[in-house]
């Protein structure tokens, strides 16, 4: 049975985040000088537990979207933006014998997790569902296992983890004043709602954001909205420091009377987002990896039309580090 759609999560962390920041005691992780990397491999994987799974979306959303809370016990600490590796039950049927190969999905928490205690690490999922080309029916034997094994689990499963891994999607902290431009397509909008948390739901005694994050959403519709509540939440507490800009490529048109994509949105900003990232910005981009040819033209001919060279903006934005991409 699929989870039915509930806000309980959003909810919760929604109150939490109009009252006040919520006090952490910062763990170790916070005065380690680089990020923990496979600390569990595919050989000698981390038996977790599911704490929740949450549908994230609406009934008008094409497809489904859960949330998936996993008790790690503080076994598996990781930072903001990396990723966790699940290994889903079962035989890998290209390897007779053998488990199945790793997925990885970006964490969606902070490092102290839903529940503040850095006991637990959260995933974005979207269910992988296979439709027939021919017919147009739904075919379960080819529906991705790991992603469905994550959406059909129960509170006290237990979950083969590794990790965590990835560090181009770590949140730089050097500036507190720095701005942050994320651009999310989908589950991609997973490790900035873990980088937001830390900005605006956290106390963190050693980061307090005084900068500006501007996120960019793209979704098909309003139901397909991912933690819409939660970053509501933040535009109304920190006005001058966050910006949130939705595409909804079903549901708006854009200048030309075509779908709203984000390089929509970004084509509209692009004066603001040109000067920031002159001015240091760094700019991420997470999601599917079709996202990034269509942004990429538009960022290409808006430097143009600025006479700008794309190909030297984008070396230099490299050099500097200013430059984030995790596609998949
Ligand atoms: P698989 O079983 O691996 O199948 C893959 C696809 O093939 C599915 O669409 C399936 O329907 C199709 N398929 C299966 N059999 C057939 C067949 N016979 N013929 C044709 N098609 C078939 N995903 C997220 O949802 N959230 C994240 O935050 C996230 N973060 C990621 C971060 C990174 C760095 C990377 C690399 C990937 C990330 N992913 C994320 C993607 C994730 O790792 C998986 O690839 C995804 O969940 C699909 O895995 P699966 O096991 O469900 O599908």
Redesign the pocket.
């Known amino acids: 049975m699929r989870p039915r759609h509930t806000n309980k999560v959003l909810c919760m962390s929604v109150q939490q985040s109009s009252k006040s920041k919520v006090s952490v005691t910062p763990l170790d992780l916070e005065s380690a000088k680089e990020p923990p990397l496979n600390t569990y491999k595919q050989k000698e994987p981390y038996t977790a537990t599911i704490l929740s799974v949450e549908r994230l979306v609406g009934p008008k959303a094409p497809g489904e ?1 859960c949330h998936i809370v996993i008790d790690h016990g503080g076994n598996v600490p990781y930072w903001e933006g990396q ?1 966790f590796g699940v290994i ?1 039950p079962g035989e890998n049927p290209k390897k007779p014998g053998a488990p199945h190969n790793v ?4 964490i ?1 928490s902070t490092r102290y997790g839903d529940n503040f205690d850095g006991r637990t690490g959260s ?4 269910r ?3 439709y027939d080309p021919v017919t147009g029916k739904e075919d379960p034997s ?7 094994f994550l959406c059909n689990a129960k509170p006290g499963d237990k979950i083969q983890l590794t990790g965590p891994s ?1 560090k181009i999607m770590l949140l730089p902290e050097e500036d507190p004043n720095a701005t942050h431009i994320m651009i999310a397509t989908g ?2 909008v ?1 490790p900035f709602r873990g980088y937001l948390r830390r900005m605006f739901m956290e106390d963190v005694p050693n980061y307090r954001f005084g900068g500006l994050a501007w996120l960019f959403l793209g979704v098909a519709n309003s139901d397909s909205l991912l933690y819409d509540e939660e970053f509501t939440s933040y535009l109304k507490q920190y006005p001058d420091n966050f910006r949130y800009d939705k595409a909804l490529s079903r549901e708006q048109k854009n200048k030309s009377g075509g779908k709203m994509y984000v390089q929509d949105k970004i084509e509209e900003y692009s004066d603001e987002i040109f000067k920031l990232l002159d001015s240091g910005a760094h700019i991420y981009f997470c999601g599917l990896k079709g996202m990034m040819p269509g942004i990429q033209d538009t960022l290409k001919r808006v430097a143009e039309q600025r006479g700008e060279s794309w190909e030297q903006k984008l070396s230099q934005l490299k050099k500097n580090k200013q430059w984030h991409v ?1 596609v ?1």
């Not at 997925?103 to 970006?106: A, G, H, I, P, T």
């Not at 995933?123 to 979207?126: A, D």
């Not at 080819?142 to 469905?148: E, F, I, L, T, Y």
């Open positions: 979207t990723s889903p997925r990885l999905y970006s969606a995933l974005c999922v979207r992988a569902v296979y080819k529906n991705g296992v790991c992603s469905n990835g589950t991609g997973a995790e998949y």
